[in-house]
């Protein structure tokens, strides 16, 4: 009987645990194959904190937020010594394929650690909606469900308050949850990092509006776009920058450039909690019964993707060739409905 170990590491998502789910369920009923849960992302494989997942212990995780396993950001080659610090726990566990399940810096992890003898099937995932290779990231419909459901209520609020209000959502390089959340909301203008932005174009286009009848406007910022004074991000512990509040500096510059009143609602991890959409939980289950199906084959070095309808196997180092940003065709959809 063949072992497959998963983990999931870096930042949370709804439709972690579908994907186990169809790990674990695809191991044992397609493959014979038992699975070895590790725990805490990284962190467990160093420490050898794992435990066996049977459909037993998944069978009623597929709508629960967050992860039955736990994630960190903790990474073997940044806290430990690359492969060989995993090495030990791979072993004594007999693991045959380790499944990860993670965001672009887990994946090229993973990617260097196949590189270094690792058999590896990577499943990407983030709200962020950014991995190059596959057409969406599960997680990324439930969060843009969320951010469009906030748009709506703070539009009526908007309105009845004559004021500008600012919605920052994720989107630490990419703009793909303001864009979608935005062209679904109805925003009057949306701020991604992919697309410099220039404040007196957007307050102009806010006074238009508000010329022409409409005394509120909604503008969606994603929180990695350039902030108008520089300022120094915490760092998380993988070293990447803690963002968020992007939005606080742009909004006294918005009120005092266009006369409103400016607030400021930032959603946050409100993005990353709960329940997976329907969507998000039929891609999740999919992507995870592809990962175990690639793991029982022996293809290694892969990583399970949407290319338009169907779910497919990619080179893992395709994955990592870069962050996918939005496209401009799509920006523009979003801009014609400014102001
Ligand atoms: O990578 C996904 C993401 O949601 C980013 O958009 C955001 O900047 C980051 O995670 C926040 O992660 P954490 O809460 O773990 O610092």
Same mark, same amino acid.
């Given at each position: 009987m063949s072992v497959i170990g998963v983990l999931t590491a870096g930042g949370d998502c709804p439709g972690l645990n579908a994907v186990i789910r169809g790990i674990v369920v695809r191991a044992h009923e397609n493959h014979d194959a038992e699975v070895v849960g590790i725990m805490n992302g990284w962190e467990g494989l160093m420490d050898g904190d794992v435990k066996l997942l049977g459909p037993r212990d998944v069978s009623d995780i597929l709508a629960k937020g967050g992860t039955v396993l736990g994630t960190s950001r903790k990474d073997p080659y940044v806290h430990g010594d690359g492969y060989a610090s995993i090495a030990k726990t791979i072993k004594r566990n007999d693991i045959d394929t380790l499944i990860v399940i993670g965001g672009d810096g887990t994946l090229r992890t993973a990617l260097r650690l196949s590189e270094d003898g690792a058999k590896v099937v990577g499943v990407p995932k983030t =709200? +962020?909606? +950014? =991995?190059?290779?596959? +057409?969406f990231t599960f997680g990324f419909n439930t969060a843009v469900q969320i951010v469009t459901d906030a748009i709506d209520r703070l539009t009526t609020t908007a309105e009845a308050h004559n004021r500008v209000i600012l919605v920052e959502v994720m989107g630490r390089t990419k703009g793909w949850i303001a864009t979608y959340g935005g062209i679904a909301g109805g925003a009057q203008a949306v701020l991604i990092p992919e697309v410099p932005y220039d404040l007196d174009e957007v307050t102009a286009l806010i006074r238009r509006r508000h010329r022409r009848g409409k005394n509120y406007s909604v503008v969606v910022v994603a929180e990695g776009v350039e902030p108008p004074q520089k300022v120094e991000h915490q760092k998380d512990i993988f070293g990447f920058d803690r963002l968020g509040g992007v939005a606080y500096q742009l909004a006294p510059v918005i009120e005092r450039l266009t006369g409103y009143e400016t607030r400021v609602t930032v959603l946050g991890h409100l993005q990353r909690g709960g329940t997976p959409s329907a969507f998000d939980r039929v891609l999740a289950t999919r992507l995870g019964t592809k990962a175990a199906d690639l793991a029982a084959e022996g293809q290694h070095g892969t990583m399970v993707a949407m290319r338009g309808a169907d779910i497919v196997a990619v080179p893992l180092a395709e994955g990592c060739a870069e962050i996918r940003g939005v496209d401009q065709p799509l920006y523009d959809v979003a801009q014609t409905f400014f102001g």
């Open positions: =709200i +962020d909606n +950014d =991995i190059n290779g596959t +057409d």
